[in-house]
């Protein structure tokens, strides 16, 4: 499709205005993490050395060095701690509403997520939360010779425990 | 070594819609920087350029301005620290006349949103958190400071009446300042009325996004006093950061980084909060000026609202903030706005804020917070 006032990007995938990671191998060095996803398991490293157990996951471990590293699995429940819904002005490419939530993973871990599935005003703190992984569009690779290749990806949410 | 002064401070109108090319806009903050100064554009010896790369077709603009304005073959520098980048441009303009390589130099500020649609700005500002690990959820700033609201709410019971109370206060001074857009009193019923946008953040909570440009001229002492009469010395400096990932942060209370540049500034210019005659906050949204009252000291944790239903932040108050009516009634065009609010201290340091002048005002400073809490500078200047 032509895209109005732009011909040179017919035709093209415009790699840095997508918005999901390079999950592919041969972009990055935690691609396993995605993987771990794909099979519903919410992951990342555990330093062999030291025992250090960072969120995100890492190549090397930032308090002693090494590169040797293990994946471990982190809850996939929590408890939202914080949340807002975004029911205007949400970025392009989301539809409202848009909720996102600070989540406690128990084990002295929190992180930001989006909470799906989930209608507006439904949310409360407090609540349990899981993992929920659904697919994204794939990522285009450009091989050798022009070929196109799809790379399929994954990310993930929480939404309520029913 | 020299103590530095601000010799120059100038911007443009802020408008939702400029209908001029960057350019020409930060020719505008330019020129009236350069007025009442015994210098032309000969004098500069460097400039600094500051925005967010992320809504234009421009790359590298510290080149184009600087040649627009007829700086070449001076050095020209671009800075970024999204919606802080111009007062982390004083600070490396600063450095740069201590170090003693440049006596006069240009820090200039600019953003031009109005090419982009709201929803457009939004998702290119959300590429300004980590883009790995929380960008691809959406989250946009107006939902990060939601999330801070929420957390000041549950912790110290402050409510949707007082952060509608700041928007009150600045939508008042915002109608006599002839550069912001919003020119129009609000009510606590306009406010609290107006539409959700994400809980508990209502369209009047919020700032708009807005073009506009910022120019802040800084010299050395000995060039200061020979160009001007009324230099305004930089005394105070304070930067930091905090993590881009909104999961990495201590607490949603305050802002840390905002915490410890408070600690540094005030250290160097060795005053205390109770010291400050007139302050210039980042009110992105109503609940970061009331943050910003509890990192700054201006009250206790958790008492930041009490300030304002006591009209301490009023220009009669104890500690006037944003009397020219702030992000909220300006806008807030990006890399354009921490230049801003430093132009609002040196007028007021000056006496020459003829609309809402606080009486004898001698120390001012200024907050200036980039993304959702990631970057924080305090900037402490003295008549
Ligand atoms: C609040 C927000 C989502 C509203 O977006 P929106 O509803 O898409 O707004 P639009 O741009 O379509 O404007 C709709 C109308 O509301 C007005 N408006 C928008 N924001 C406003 C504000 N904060 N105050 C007063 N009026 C506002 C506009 O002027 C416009 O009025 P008009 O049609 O008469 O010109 C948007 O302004 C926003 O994202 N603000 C935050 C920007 C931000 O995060 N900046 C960085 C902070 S660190
Ligand atoms: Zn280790």
Redesign the interface.
């Known amino acids: 499709m032509p895209v109005p006032g732009v011909p040179i990007l017919e035709g093209l995938y415009p790699s840095t205005l997508d918005?999901?990671?390079f999950e592919a191998k041969e972009f990055n060095r935690i691609h396993q993490f995605y993987e771990n996803l794909r099979q519903k398991r919410f992951t990342t490293t555990k330093c062999k050395k030291c025992g250090n157990v960072p969120f995100?996951p890492r190549v090397v471990c930032p308090q002693c060095n090494s590169e040797d590293l293990e994946w471990v699995d982190l809850p996939t429940q929590g408890k939202v701690l914080?949340?807002?819904?975004?029911?205007?002005?949400?970025?392009?490419?989301?539809e409202s509403p848009?909720i996102?939530a600070?989540i406690d993973l128990g084990v002295g871990r929190?992180?930001?997520?989006?909470v799906i599935n989930c209608k507006e005003g439904q949310l409360k703190?407090g609540d349990t939360v899981k993992l929920a992984v659904y697919d994204?569009p794939p990522m285009i690779i450009e091989k050798r010779g022009g070929v196109m290749e799809e790379a399929p990806r994954v990310?993930f949410?929480f939404e309520p425990v029913k | 070594m020299e103590d530095v002064a601000i010799v120059g401070a100038g911007q443009s109108v802020f408008a939702r819609s400029c209908g001029e090319s960057i350019r020409e806009l930060c020719f505008e903050a330019y020129k009236e920087a350069l007025e009442g100064l015994d210098i032309t554009g000969n004098d500069i010896d460097a400039s600094v350029v500051c925005s967010a790369p992320e809504y234009d077709k421009q790359r590298s603009p510290s080149g184009l301005i600087s040649e627009y304005l007829e700086l070449t073959p001076k050095p020209t520098f671009y800075v970024e620290t999204v919606c802080s980048s111009s007062s982390t441009g004083l600070r490396v303009a600063w450095s740069l006349i201590k170090a003693g390589l440049h006596k006069t130099v240009a820090v200039i500020g600019f953003q031009k949103m109005s090419e982009l649609s709201s929803r457009d700005a939004a998702e290119r500002m959300g590429r300004g958190g980590d883009i790995i690990w929380e960008s691809p959820f959406g989250i946009t700033m107006p939902a990060g400071y939601a999330m801070y609201a929420r957390a000041h709410m549950a912790r110290y019971g402050t409510t949707e009446e007082h952060l509608a109370k700041v928007r009150v206060k600045n939508s008042h001074y915002g109608v006599a300042n002839p550069k912001a857009n919003y020119r129009k009193e609000l009510s606590l019923e306009d406010i609290l009325n107006s539409e959700m946008i994400t809980s508990p953040l209502k369209k009047f909570d919020c700032c708009a996004n807005a073009d506009g440009s910022s120019c802040i001229i800084l010299a050395g002492g000995d060039v200061a006093k020979s160009i001007t009469k009324k230099p305004i010395w930089v005394v105070g400096l304070g930067a930091a950061t905090d993590t881009m990932s909104m999961a990495g942060r201590k607490s949603l209370t305050g802002l840390q980084c905002a915490q410890e540049a408070a600690k540094q500034a005030y250290e160097m210019a060795g005053v205390k909060p109770q010291d400050i005659d007139v302050a210039e906050v980042h009110d992105c949204f109503t609940v970061s000026e009331l943050l910003a009252y509890e990192d700054l000291g201006f009250a206790k944790p958790g008492e930041g609202a009490g300030l304002l239903e006591d009209k301490e932040t009023y220009v009669e108050g104890k500690i006037p903030v944003n009397v020219d009516g702030g992000l909220l009634s300006k806008g807030h065009p990006i890399g354009a706005t921490g230049g801003s609010q430093i132009r609002t201290i040196v007028r007021q340091l000056r006496g020459e804020a003829t609309e809402a002048q606080v009486k004898d005002a001698e120390i001012g400073l200024v907050h200036n917070i980039g993304g959702v809490g990631q970057y924080g500078n305090v900037t402490i200047l003295r008549r």
């Open positions: 918005l999901y990671p995100p914080r949340f807002t819904e975004e029911v205007a002005g949400v970025p392009l490419g989301f848009l996102h600070l929190k992180l930001i997520s989006r703190e994204v990310f949410a």
